[in-house]
């Protein structure tokens, strides 16, 4: 392809353009192994430019108002969708989902710039009744200041979108670390920042050590608050190095979603339901159906139809037209799919369909439905975060529930009924921060995405999302007379 006007071999600090010098990071398109292009690796000194650029940028920017920064916001969102096809044919080269998922999720992205831009307007105060006759309390809300955003590779778009515009939308400026692996998505946002002419220095996009800039954001004095997605091993060694600093965190790690189907489901329903939760992104989700639990009643039923729909999933290039399944991100990924097929069967699971790596070569893995999973499988308790549907039975609602939430994580879970008392009973009764109902896709920029547990804290979109970037003061105002 011809490279677009978003492809950028350069980092965004300050509204300029820093280019890859001697040390650079080397970008690969998953699906064929060519180089797509290569980026600055910077360090803890860029870091640190980037941070003052954002400093500087923050007083002007947080005394806009929340008009002013709508507009940026809304200016941002129709950037997005007016080069949907550019941007997301990027994406795919870079990170390998199929083009439909990679347009949605810049439909995805630009759509939590609408959303904060109208949230922006509704930053609202109180007014307390105070202790004293001569007294008042007030509340407001403040920006939190500069913010270090460091995301994941498996939504190279919507995971900025979601932190950036809640950022801008509050008053914050930003500092953007990518994932290595598909920074030009990440760049493209400096390109359209410049195109609309956001100010300088309240949107920077670095790429580099991840490191070397995550411990910068953890001691620069000038960063008030990390926002980070990604696993939760890397989140915990995050979290620990902010608090040394004193930041405020907001963290979205990892996932082990179960996928409950009763007896009493919509079976068909349910199936499509599996497999948009479980083949988004080829399973590389943290909100992905991770353990497929089916009530006796339904298993074999429910096993039959999900490796018919299974077995007619495409696996290939992305850019090609009809495939639903790209290649995974790397090698490593793969070894964790095969390490968890290869626990699983060796432990009496059963192989219905895939299994093996796929004759296209490359990270491409075919589409597995595994049968008769237990609990005291690798799969059970580990994110696969690759394209593995395993299937475990139960007999009870109470066995369901226990076995959904015998996991340290705790961020998606779904359950299908037609039970309008058990729906209730069983979403009230699962441990997570977001359960779905009859739903197999629950992300939307309008709920509070977020988990509890190991899953980490913090909730971004909805009315919600602006609070994480956001300090509450408290005013007091005495001497108004008996
Ligand atoms: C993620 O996998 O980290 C986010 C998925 C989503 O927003 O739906």
Redesign the pocket.
Known sequence: MAPSRFFREACFIGGEWLPAGADFIKVDNPATGRTVGRVPKLGRNEAHTAIDAASGAFPAWRAATADERGAYCHAFHDALMDNQAALAELLTIEMGKPLAEAKAEIA?GAAFFKWFAEEARRVYGDIIPAPSANKRIIVTKEPVGVVGAIT?W??PN??IA?KAAAALASGCAIVCKPASQTPFSALAFGVIAEEIGLPKGVLNIITGSAEAIADAFCQHPALRKITF?GSTETGKLLAAKAMAGMKRVSM?LGGNAPFIVFDDADLDAAIEGAIASKFRNAGQ???CANRIYVQSGVYESFAEKMSDRMRALKVGDGLDAGVDQGPLIDEAALRKVEAHIEDATQNGAQLVTGGRRHDKGGTFFEPTLLRDVTSAMAIASEETFGPVAPLFRFDTEQEAIAMANDTEYGLAAYFYTENLARAWRVMEALEYGMVAVNEGI??TPAAP?GGVKQSGFGREGSKYGLDDYLNIKYGLIGGLGK
């Open positions: 995805y994941p498996n939504f919507a995971m979601r997605t979205e989700t943290c909100v629950i992300s995405f």
